[in-house]
């Protein structure tokens, strides 16, 4: 019996006397979806031939040596990416990641042919596809607006790049036969605090109107709508905020709210926030990041807030309501690690909450026993989830400990 075996059947009897069955948990995290982004991998430089500068509020900060990728260079290493992560997985792409060969192809002139080497990707490397449209680096995007812009040119080629980027999405989930996200962020807003709060938001929510008023199939594609409290360019004023999409969706109900754990004040969570939407909305998207001070979408941590997020997913029973996606780019240290690491960070604070003897916390609630509720969860964590993780990983004969050997191999 190796180490791994042997140190889990220790850890399945001492959960086992909480009630937990740590067989059938790791058979349930093996069927949830984690969405990787792909733009961790080259700061979030895609591939449509010409490079533009990186605008829009984003910022990728770091000199940690990078290669210049070819598409094929590119998913060579997403796949490779993909084995050292175990469990269930999607890829997260955005809109500049095309295939388009050596043509030319604007972003309100893309279509799912461009994207047909992307499926072939996923079904040889068993996963689904999320999407986004990339509102951002383009010189469509350099005056800080675009669904919300009173220049009605500018207006409609976002317009009509996001109602493009929905067909894309519905061609992935009818392609791959499992449904696709398609999430849409725009950096519109103001560094100073403009007299006329109003017209912006009113203007988007007509983009929006638009946008929507174009048919997809939902068993193939749905729709997320991700705020932002400010950003680089927009300190004083966001169009698209919590507050305006929270309103939209809950008036339209034709999508649904993605919280991004940094798009917020720093001293406010979204762990707190689920409950409130889930008690309401049937789904809803979570982009796990780590915010440090402001939006810097750090990588993810087993930490504190990683694992309030997943606690509150997993005890109100939602695992097949919240979608589940990373959303971070750090350029100062190894691409391919931060890719890998913030991914087992994510599903290790998931894993730890699914060992949450649950029930058992519940009726101690319920029947007014608060302080052994209290002494359970504090003793809760020091029960050997290690091991535990380590079963999960090696189910998949994937190193739980070391993977930065192998990396190391890699040109980055």
Not at 331 to 341: D, H, K, Q
Request: glycine share 6%; proline share 4%; with cysteine.
């Amino acid at each position: 019996m190796t180490t791994i075996k042997r140190n889990y059947e220790v850890a399945r009897e001492i959960y086992r006397t909480y009630g937990v069955d740590t067989d059938l948990v790791i058979e349930k995290i093996k069927m949830i979806p984690l969405s990787i982004h792909c733009w961790q991998l080259d700061d979030i430089r895609g591939f449509e031939g010409k490079k533009y500068d990186l605008s829009g509020g984003i910022a990728v900060t770091g000199e940690y040596p990078k290669i210049n990728y070819s598409l094929d260079a590119y998913r060579n290493d997403m796949a490779k990416i993909l084995k050292l992560i175990p469990g269930k997985k999607k890829l997260n792409l955005h809109a500049i990641y095309l295939d388009a060969g050596n043509e030319m192809v604007d972003r309100d002139q893309i279509k799912p042919e461009h994207f047909k080497s992307w499926v072939t990707f996923a079904k040889e490397n068993n996963i689904g596809i999320d999407f986004n449209p990339t509102c951002f680096s383009h010189p469509m995007s350099q005056q800080g607006q675009t669904l919300s812009s009173s220049d009605d040119s500018i207006r409609n080629f976002w317009i009509n790049h996001i109602k493009q980027s929905r067909k894309i999405g519905e061609y992935f989930g009818k392609e791959l036969g499992i449904r696709c996200i398609t999430n849409i962020w725009i950096p519109d807003g103001s560094k100073e605090v403009p007299v006329d709060q109003l017209g912006p938001r009113k203007r988007l929510e007509q983009s929006l109107d638009e946008i929507f008023s174009d048919q997809v199939n939902p068993l193939y594609n749905m729709d997320a709508l991700e705020s932002k409290l400010f950003g680089i360019g927009t300190e004083s004023y966001v169009v698209g905020s919590h507050e305006f999409y929270t309103n939209y969706v809950a008036k339209k109900g034709h999508s649904m709210i993605c919280l991004d754990a940094g798009h917020f004040h720093p001293t406010e969570t979204i762990s707190q926030k689920i409950t409130a939407y889930l008690a309401l909305q049937d789904e809803l998207l979570i982009h796990v990041s780590r915010p440090v001070r402001w939006d810097s979408d750090h990588v993810v941590l087993f930490d504190d807030e990683t694992k309030a997020i997943m606690h509150e997913i997993v005890r109100s029973d939602a695992l097949d309501r919240v979608h589940l996606a990373l959303d971070f780019f750090d350029g100062s240290i190894n691409r391919f690690v931060a890719t890998v690491l913030g991914a087992r960070n994510a599903l290790k604070s998931l894993l730890f909450a699914m060992l949450e003897p649950t029930r058992l916390l519940k009726e101690l609630e319920s029947t007014g026993k608060t302080t052994e509720r209290l002494v359970l969860i504090e003793e809760l964590k020091t029960l050997p989830f290690g091991f535990i993780w380590d079963k999960l990983c090696d189910d998949y004969g994937i190193n739980p400990k070391d993977f930065l050997g192998e990396i190391h191999t890699i040109r980055k």
